[in-house]
Nanobody, 127 residues
Framework: QVQLVESGGGLVQPGGSLRLSCVVS????????IGWFRQAPGREREGVSC????????YYEDSVKGRFTISRDNAKNAVYLQMNSLKPGDTAVYYC????????????????????WGQGTQVTVSS
């Protein structure tokens, strides 16, 4: 069973940058499309971005377009989320997950129960 571990979060001022990492173990990353999600206090988890397997198709939720960039390094079994021009509204716990991904959206994560999701990584944008 594939396992995913998120890291790279922290406290950053508005306008700052962070790079999140999602390291996959238990299988080969190149087999999987990976999505990034976030959950702010009192809100439901939402999909932020995803990247497909071999062709590198990506999707971004409207509020992060132009600010976030998703990438993958199959040799390192890792997917990254570069987050620039961060805003207080980006504050949340960020998670990664195996998904289906195309240019229109992220699919399949609704099937996961709470046990699937890892610890996530906290991103706090505040002055």
């Amino acid at each position: 069973q594939v396992q995913l571990v998120e890291s790279g979060g922290g406290l950053v001022q508005p306008g700052g940058s962070l790079r999140l990492s999602c390291v996959v173990s238990g299988d080969t990353l190149s087999y999987y499309a990976i999505g990034w999600f976030r959950q702010a206090p009192g809100r439901e988890r939402e999909g932020v971005s995803c990247i497909s397997t071999s062709d590198g198709v990506t999707y971004y939720e409207d509020s992060v377009k132009g600010r976030f960039t998703i990438s993958r390094d199959n040799a390192k079994n890792a997917v990254y989320l570069q987050m620039n021009s961060l805003k207080p509204g980006d504050t949340a716990v960020y998670y990664c997950a195996e998904v289906k991904c195309d240019r229109s959206g992220i699919y399949g994560a609704d099937n996961y129960d709470n046990d699937y999701w890892g610890q996530g990584t906290q991103v706090t944008v505040s002055s």
